[in-house]
């Protein structure tokens, strides 16, 4: 008996086990703080559909061996050409959000292939370099977003002038086209279904993916690259398609980021967005080499309860908004601890 | 210049690795300016021998060791290689100890540079002495022409060639005034004949200056021609002691490999076999640590043939090269028909299967279950246990066929594990090999190589997995390349047993020859008074 107690907190993992009595005690706290339950409640949940599928991106360059994907950036950066060009276009509702979607692929795929070929160049550095390539993108979309040629007045300065604002509200297109898809209020509690509902979606398809033949030489790959080779798995080619689908996948996470938070934020937002959604992965219970989907919703639910609880908690304690810098020492530090907890990944 | 005096005395050394016991009770001495050849297979305790003298801490670390030796007289304790270099012992490994940016002359004088004074030595210490430069190069030239060789001091170690990183590697010992018993470590592995013989002329001339020298090497003929006095180690045993002029290249190969013949059994097919079914010619395999320069052989549809020989010499290379896991060039014919080399899916298409001898590198997904294991390389290459939807445009794995295929092998094979979905890496080295051949055999190979089956495995294990790769044979006529460093095991199991040596094959022999025959062409004598087929 106590051996298996001992045992099911070891499969969970203690980190799991200490953030989640963690969480559980500022939910028992809130109400004392005259912090809402309800509205708490419904916090995370929004969040947690906001955030799922952008940590889901993470998951097929972890499987493949490229490690964390500190170049998130890349592939939210084809989410943004898509949402500005869907709204260039002008057209509204689920339909935009589509053609959102639908232009982001294209841009993903190219810059998957080429952020790819870079990462099989510099194997066992990947991390290093990919926070680069994500610093060095960042910059240099700054200078697109003021040159590229969208016209649409929600979008540029005002007055006439050229070049997008750093935020672009979705308001009058496609705001909450997914959250508030078979939405309903329980108890004070707002309860995203279509966000969830999309986020099991993906998940759905990622793990469909990993059962694929495909797949399994890709976890392969990940797991021993000499392994795979001696196996007749072309290493370099699972990995450069284990980086397109991580680009993908994270285009389509920011599209529905963003018709969650209701804006699109462009220039310096996207530089901040890789490290809440790694910190999240490794909350989970991944590792360097190895992550599921379970580590997945484990970690976003976790990391966006945190998130949202401690400084509305602390706030209310202490009695003065320190909210975001609460926020980046919990995330940060979550970082720093889950990547000193990692198992050796290889050897 | 050899004299009665005694410089190295080592009486009753012995040393276990916590219970394996590697050296038995060694005694020998060594003369000033007397040249000592130490021979032995891999694993004879060559290495640990010098280490121990060398005062490596690994010694230390590891329990130390039983016994003592003197050097002029006194007794010798080292706790680290830095008293071994007081105490006169100089050691040139067998990679090279070097710095590659550094000149010739640096590295000769590394740590015992000549130095100048300056003002800033009386406020800060001797630490910020100046470099004296030319007495640097004097002195380096000095140990240069000791060895008689054409070395350019203002070399930089990279640009060397590697004769020339190995004289560096000399000079420096030389230049230590104190070193009076230079061990030599194989030092003629990496060199060319005409380098092999530069270095043998100046390691005579430096035992003719008075300095003692141990020489280990593979190459009889350069131990006969070098040294004064031959010693043979066996299994931690000091088996054969002579002056090199009373004895011969066979009389050392027999106390080398010398096990009693009886040990082994062998039973003869009873079917000829007839068709050739793999023909390898002019193979080249850039494997690093096992170069195979150029081997040809036949091997038959059915057989079972061995290659060994000593580490090193490319053995390993050769499955390797042609599994296309390194680059390799040469001709492969399988069943008359030439295969590209390089591409390790087209060979895995046509029926090959390899069993790595880096099992838990190459071989093992450590970190995923075991039906993962066996059955990955089989749905890869071959798309066994795949489910297709859409015309084959999709292809999911079969999970159920997968821990079908699994339970069947740990069934046959014996594998101990708590259920098939146990990670490979908590299996012990056994099971893990066990896992491994499953993995082979799962591909329904028409042609098996296997390496080192049996390294780092109970005996127990051994039997299980040699009796398994025979049974495999006899039952499905499948053909299998071992390649081992165990010679009976070789010999044990083998239809024929091919020899690398230096990355080309020294002979084929049938394993009814004497053990004598195989050692001899293990360390490059290949001329053999018998019926041995040599190429």
């Given at each position: 008996m106590k051996n298996s107690i001992i045992e099911s907190i070891e499969k969970i993992g203690w980190p799991r086990i200490i953030i989640g009595l963690f969480l559980a005690s500022m939910f028992v706290i809130a109400p004392f703080v005259g912090v809402s339950v309800g509205t708490s409640i419904s916090d995370v949940l929004v969040r947690f559909t906001f955030n799922g599928v952008l940590v889901l991106s993470l998951l097929p360059?972890?499987?493949?061996?490229?490690?964390?994907?500190?170049?998130?950036?890349?592939?939210?950066?084809?989410?943004?050409?898509?949402?500005?060009?869907?709204?260039?276009?002008?057209?509204?509702?689920?339909?935009?959000?589509?053609?959102?979607?639908?232009?982001?692929?294209?841009?993903?795929?190219?810059?998957?292939?080429?952020?790819?070929?870079?990462?099989?160049?510099?194997?066992?550095?990947?991390?290093?370099?990919?926070?680069?390539?994500?610093?060095?993108?960042?910059?240099?979309?700054?200078?697109?977003?003021?040159?590229?040629?969208?016209?649409?007045?929600?979008?540029?300065?005002?007055?006439?002038?050229?070049?997008?604002?750093?935020?672009?509200?979705?308001?009058?297109?496609?705001?909450?086209?997914l959250n508030d898809f078979l939405s309903f209020e329980i108890g004070g509690v707002y309860v995203p279904t279509g966000g969830f509902l999309f986020f099991a979606l993906m998940c759905l398809i990622v793990w469909i993916f990993f059962k694929s033949k495909t797949g399994t030489a890709m976890t392969a790959t990940g797991s021993n690259p000499v392994y795979a080779s001696s196996s007749g798995v072309n290493v370099n080619k699972m990995r450069l398609v284990s980086v397109i689908i991580s680009s993908i996948i994270a285009a389509i996470g920011i599209l529905v980021y963003e018709q969650g938070f209701g804006f699109i934020q462009l220039y310096m937002a996207p530089l901040y967005m890789a490290f809440p959604a790694i910190a999240a992965l490794l909350l989970g219970g991944a590792s360097v080499g190895k992550a599921t989907i379970a580590n997945v919703i484990i970690g976003t639910f976790l990391f966006q309860g945190i998130l949202t609880m401690t400084p509305s908690v602390i706030n209310n304690i202490i009695k003065s908004d320190m909210s975001e810098t609460i926020r980046i020492i919990v995330s940060n530090g979550m970082i720093v601890y889950a990547l000193t907890r990692r198992k050796k990944a290889r050897g | 210049m050899e004299s009665n005096e005694v410089v190295l005395k080592v009486e009753n050394i012995g040393k276990d690795f916590f219970g394996n016991v590697v050296l038995k009770s060694v005694s020998f001495e060594v003369k000033k300016g007397e040249v000592i050849g130490l021979v032995g297979e891999n694993g004879a305790g060559k290495s640990t021998l010098m280490n121990i003298l060398?005062?490596?801490?690994?010694?230390?670390?590891?329990?130390?060791?039983?016994?003592?030796?003197?050097?002029?007289?006194?007794?010798?304790?080292?706790?680290?290689?830095?008293?071994?270099?007081?105490?006169?012992?100089?050691?040139?490994?067998?990679?090279?100890?070097?710095?590659?940016?550094?000149?010739?002359t640096e590295n000769i004088l590394l740590n015992r540079e000549s130095v100048k004074d300056n003002f800033a030595v009386n406020i800060f210490g001797d630490r910020l002495k100046?470099?004296?430069?030319?007495?640097?190069?004097?002195?380096?030239?000095?140990?240069?022409?000791?060895?008689?060789?054409?070395?350019?001091?203002?070399?930089?170690?990279?640009?060397?060639?590697?004769?020339?990183?190995?004289?560096?590697?000399?000079?420096?010992?030389?230049?230590?005034?104190?070193?009076?018993?230079?061990?030599?470590?194989?030092?003629t592995a990496v060199l060319t004949e005409s380098e092999a013989e530069i270095m043998i002329k100046a390691a005579k001339k430096l035992a003719e200056e008075g300095m003692s020298i141990i020489f280990i090497s593979h190459r009889l003929h350069e131990v006969l021609d070098l040294c004064d006095r031959v010693l043979v180690l066996r299994d931690g045993n000091l088996v054969f002691e002579s002056e090199s002029e009373n004895t011969n290249p066979r009389e050392i190969a027999e106390s080398m490999v010398g096990r009693s013949i009886s040990d082994f059994e062998h039973t003869e097919r009873k079917k000829e076999l007839q068709k050739d079914l793999l023909e390898v010619k002019d193979l080249w395999v850039a494997m690093p640590g096992e170069v195979v320069k150029g081997v040809n052989f036949t091997v038959k549809k059915g057989e079972i043939f061995g290659i060994g020989g000593l580490a090193g010499q490319g053995k390993l290379g050769i499955a390797n090269g042609i599994m296309g896991l390194f680059p390799s060039r040469?001709?492969?014919?399988?069943?008359?028909?030439?295969?590209?080399?390089?591409?390790?899916?087209?060979?895995?298409?046509?029926?090959?299967?390899?069993?790595?001898?880096?099992?838990?590198?190459?071989?093992?997904?450590?970190?995923?279950?075991?039906?993962?294991?066996?059955?990955?390389?089989?749905?890869?290459?071959?798309?066994?246990?795949?489910?297709?939807?859409?015309?084959?445009?999709?292809?999911?794995?079969?999970?159920?066929?997968?821990?079908?295929?699994?339970?069947?092998?740990?069934?046959?094979?014996?594998?101990?594990?708590?259920?098939?979905?146990?990670?490979?890496?908590?299996?012990?080295?056994?099971?893990?090999?066990?896992?491994?051949?499953?993995?082979?055999?799962?591909?329904?190979?028409?042609?098996?190589?296997?390496?080192?089956?049996?390294?780092?495995?109970?005996?127990?294990?051994?039997?299980?997995?040699?009796?398994?790769?025979?049974?495999?044979?006899?039952?499905?006529?499948?053909?299998?390349?071992?390649?081992?460093?165990?010679?009976?095991?070789?010999?044990?199991?083998?239809?024929?047993?091919?020899?690398?040596?230096?990355?080309?094959?020294?002979?084929?022999?049938?394993?009814?020859?004497?053990?004598?025959?195989?050692?001899?062409?293990?360390?490059?004598?290949?001329?053999?008074?018998?019926?041995?087929?040599?190429?």
């Amino acid at each position: 008996m106590k051996n298996s107690i001992i045992e099911s907190i070891e499969k969970i993992g203690w980190p799991r086990i200490i953030i989640g009595l963690f969480l559980a005690s500022m939910f028992v706290i809130a109400p004392f703080v005259g912090v809402s339950v309800g509205t708490s409640i419904s916090d995370v949940l929004v969040r947690f559909t906001f955030n799922g599928v952008l940590v889901l991106s993470l998951l097929p360059m972890v499987k493949s061996g490229c490690g964390l994907n500190f170049g998130l950036q890349l592939g939210i950066i084809s989410g943004l050409l898509g949402a500005v060009t869907s709204i260039e276009i002008g057209i509204t509702g689920f339909l935009g959000f589509l053609i959102a979607i639908g232009v982001s692929i294209p841009f993903a795929i190219l810059f998957g292939i080429i952020y790819g070929l870079l990462l099989n160049r510099v194997k066992g550095d990947e991390m290093v370099v990919a926070t680069y390539v994500g610093f060095s993108v960042v910059s240099f979309m700054n200078m697109m977003w003021l040159l590229l040629p969208y016209k649409s007045p929600d979008m540029i300065w005002g007055y006439g002038g050229t070049g997008l604002r750093t935020t672009i509200s979705v308001e009058k297109y496609w705001f909450h086209v997914l959250n508030d898809f078979l939405s309903f209020e329980i108890g004070g509690v707002y309860v995203p279904t279509g966000g969830f509902l999309f986020f099991a979606l993906m998940c759905l398809i990622v793990w469909i993916f990993f059962k694929s033949k495909t797949g399994t030489a890709m976890t392969a790959t990940g797991s021993n690259p000499v392994y795979a080779s001696s196996s007749g798995v072309n290493v370099n080619k699972m990995r450069l398609v284990s980086v397109i689908i991580s680009s993908i996948i994270a285009a389509i996470g920011i599209l529905v980021y963003e018709q969650g938070f209701g804006f699109i934020q462009l220039y310096m937002a996207p530089l901040y967005m890789a490290f809440p959604a790694i910190a999240a992965l490794l909350l989970g219970g991944a590792s360097v080499g190895k992550a599921t989907i379970a580590n997945v919703i484990i970690g976003t639910f976790l990391f966006q309860g945190i998130l949202t609880m401690t400084p509305s908690v602390i706030n209310n304690i202490i009695k003065s908004d320190m909210s975001e810098t609460i926020r980046i020492i919990v995330s940060n530090g979550m970082i720093v601890y889950a990547l000193t907890r990692r198992k050796k990944a290889r050897g | 210049m050899e004299s009665n005096e005694v410089v190295l005395k080592v009486e009753n050394i012995g040393k276990d690795f916590f219970g394996n016991v590697v050296l038995k009770s060694v005694s020998f001495e060594v003369k000033k300016g007397e040249v000592i050849g130490l021979v032995g297979e891999n694993g004879a305790g060559k290495s640990t021998l010098m280490n121990i003298l060398f005062g490596l801490p690994v010694i230390n670390e590891t329990g130390g060791f039983s016994g003592n030796f003197f050097l002029n007289g006194e007794k010798a304790h080292f706790s680290s290689s830095f008293d071994a270099l007081d105490a006169g012992i100089g050691m040139v490994h067998q990679e090279f100890v070097l710095l590659p940016g550094f000149t010739a002359t640096e590295n000769i004088l590394l740590n015992r540079e000549s130095v100048k004074d300056n003002f800033a030595v009386n406020i800060f210490g001797d630490r910020l002495k100046h470099l004296d430069r030319e007495d640097m190069k004097k002195r380096a030239v000095n140990a240069i022409n000791k060895l008689d060789v054409n070395l350019d001091p203002e070399m930089i170690v990279a640009e060397m060639p590697v004769g020339h990183r190995q004289f560096t590697e000399i000079a420096r010992e030389i230049d230590r005034s104190s070193t009076k018993l230079l061990i030599l470590d194989e030092p003629t592995a990496v060199l060319t004949e005409s380098e092999a013989e530069i270095m043998i002329k100046a390691a005579k001339k430096l035992a003719e200056e008075g300095m003692s020298i141990i020489f280990i090497s593979h190459r009889l003929h350069e131990v006969l021609d070098l040294c004064d006095r031959v010693l043979v180690l066996r299994d931690g045993n000091l088996v054969f002691e002579s002056e090199s002029e009373n004895t011969n290249p066979r009389e050392i190969a027999e106390s080398m490999v010398g096990r009693s013949i009886s040990d082994f059994e062998h039973t003869e097919r009873k079917k000829e076999l007839q068709k050739d079914l793999l023909e390898v010619k002019d193979l080249w395999v850039a494997m690093p640590g096992e170069v195979v320069k150029g081997v040809n052989f036949t091997v038959k549809k059915g057989e079972i043939f061995g290659i060994g020989g000593l580490a090193g010499q490319g053995k390993l290379g050769i499955a390797n090269g042609i599994m296309g896991l390194f680059p390799s060039r040469g001709k492969v014919l399988f069943k008359g028909e030439e295969i590209p080399l390089n591409n390790t899916k087209n060979i895995l298409d046509l029926g090959f299967s390899f069993v790595s001898e880096d099992r838990r590198g190459v071989g093992l997904l450590l970190d995923e279950p075991i039906d993962w294991n066996i059955t990955f390389t089989a749905m890869q290459a071959h798309e066994r246990f795949i489910v297709k939807y859409l015309g084959g445009l999709l292809k999911f794995r079969n999970d159920k066929e997968i821990r079908k295929e699994a339970l069947k092998y740990i069934d046959m094979l014996q594998i101990k594990c708590t259920s098939e979905k146990q990670f490979a890496r908590a299996l012990s080295g056994g099971n893990q090999q066990k896992v491994c051949l499953a993995k082979a055999f799962a591909l329904n190979p028409e042609i098996l190589f296997v390496s080192e089956p049996t390294r780092g495995i109970d005996v127990g294990a051994k039997e299980l997995v040699l009796n398994a790769l025979k049974k495999y044979n006899e039952e499905s006529g499948i053909t299998i390349i071992i390649t081992s460093s165990e010679l009976e095991e070789l010999r044990s199991i083998s239809d024929r047993i091919a020899i690398v040596n230096e990355g080309k094959i020294a002979g084929i022999l049938p394993p009814s020859k004497p053990a004598t025959d195989f050692g001899l062409l293990m360390i490059g004598e290949s001329n053999i008074n018998g019926e041995g087929e040599i190429k």
